[in-house]
């Protein structure tokens, strides 16, 4: 969705939202939002919670700043009334698009915030990037989470890559059996 236009339907807390690229000054914010959609009391306010899989951070101002200047990458935002509620991460990369750091304020889940911003990273990948393929990668036991990206076209694809066990930068696991799913999508 581009500045200045319309409000999306069904979502009467959002008004006007607007996406745009990320700039420095909106990393706290940004860390802040990531934190608070997936880890910690906060997050079980939405349903894209990991709080039962993961504790502490699930980013940090270090990794959003790379991703934010990142030369092949961009940092999406969403704002309403001036308030950041959404945002992602796309990263260029050889043939495909990286899609990550998705989040969406907790409260406002559920209400087509994210499938919104979803459609606008694709979008931007074809058109500003020229790539026909959008790839990332979710926690295979969040199978509910894995049931809305194929809603939304995405493949599963039955790779597996593991879970950066003893990397804190992604948090401290609570069990023993985490790991990702390769999903791709063709962009049209």
Not at 46 to 62: I, K, V
Request: hydrophobic share 35%; charged share 30%; aromatic share 8%.
């Amino acid at each position: 969705m581009a500045e200045g236009s319309s409000p999306m339907n069904g979502a009467s807390q959002v008004t006007r939202p607007t996406v745009r690229v990320a700039t420095d000054k909106d990393v706290p914010t940004l860390v802040s939002l990531v934190q608070s959609a997936y880890r910690g009391e906060q997050s079980r306010a939405g349903w894209t919670t990991e709080a039962d899989l993961l504790d502490g951070q699930r980013t940090d101002a270090e990794g959003v700043a790379d991703a934010v200047r990142g030369p092949d990458g961009r940092m999406l935002l969403m704002e309403s009334d001036g308030e950041v509620v959404a945002c992602c991460q796309l990263e260029r990369r050889e043939g495909h698009a990286y899609f990550g750091m998705f989040a969406v304020r907790p409260t406002l889940q559920g209400g087509g915030i994210g499938r919104v911003l979803l459609a606008h990273a694709e979008r931007f990948a074809r058109d500003e990037w020229g790539v026909t393929e959008m790839r990332m990668t979710v926690i295979s036991l969040r199978e509910e989470l894995l049931a809305w990206y194929e809603r939304r076209g995405y493949t599963r694809t039955g790779q597996r890559s593991a879970f950066p066990y003893g990397d804190e930068r992604f948090g401290v696991p609570t069990r023993e059996d985490l790991e990702f799913e390769l999903l791709v999508k063709t962009l049209d």
